[in-house]
């Protein structure tokens, strides 16, 4: 059975998103932005195969949930649903928190973002082909 093509990026960021949606869509994946966890939490019906998930949300005068907190409430939800997190930081505490937690992949931010997302993506998609 292939798994769902659909993948959720999550990032406040919209510079990030821009390129993760072009990068993908241009794969033959169906890509969705959200730039808050709560609007990813809220379509989660759709049952993406994949969710990309920003670590650190940071919007002045709102507040919303970290990533931590996102993805707490999307193994409540959908404990299926596998998850790689993308950090502008490198903390060895966190990775092996959310590796504790269980996320498919932890990317840091950089020059390599593009290609290291593509690496994970392929990975989780060609698992249960």
Do not use: H, W
């Amino acid at each position: 059975m292939t798994k769902e093509r659909l993948i959720f990026i999550v990032d406040d960021d919209p510079f990030i998103n821009t390129l993760v949606v072009k990068r993908f869509t241009s794969e033959g994946y169906t890509v969705r932005a959200f730039e808050t966890g709560e609007e990813c939490l809220d379509t989660l019906e759709s049952n993406p195969g994949l969710i990309i998930l920003d670590y650190l949300f940071t919007r002045q005068s709102l507040i919303f949930s970290n990533g931590m907190e996102i993805f707490n409430k999307i193994r409540e939800l959908k404990p299926d649903i596998p998850v790689i997190m993308l950090s502008g930081q490198d903390s060895g505490e966190v990775v092996l928190e959310f590796a504790r937690k269980g996320i498919i992949d932890y990317i840091i931010k950089d020059n390599n973002l593009l290609d290291n997302l593509a690496a994970a993506i392929g990975d989780v998609f060609n698992r249960e082909v």
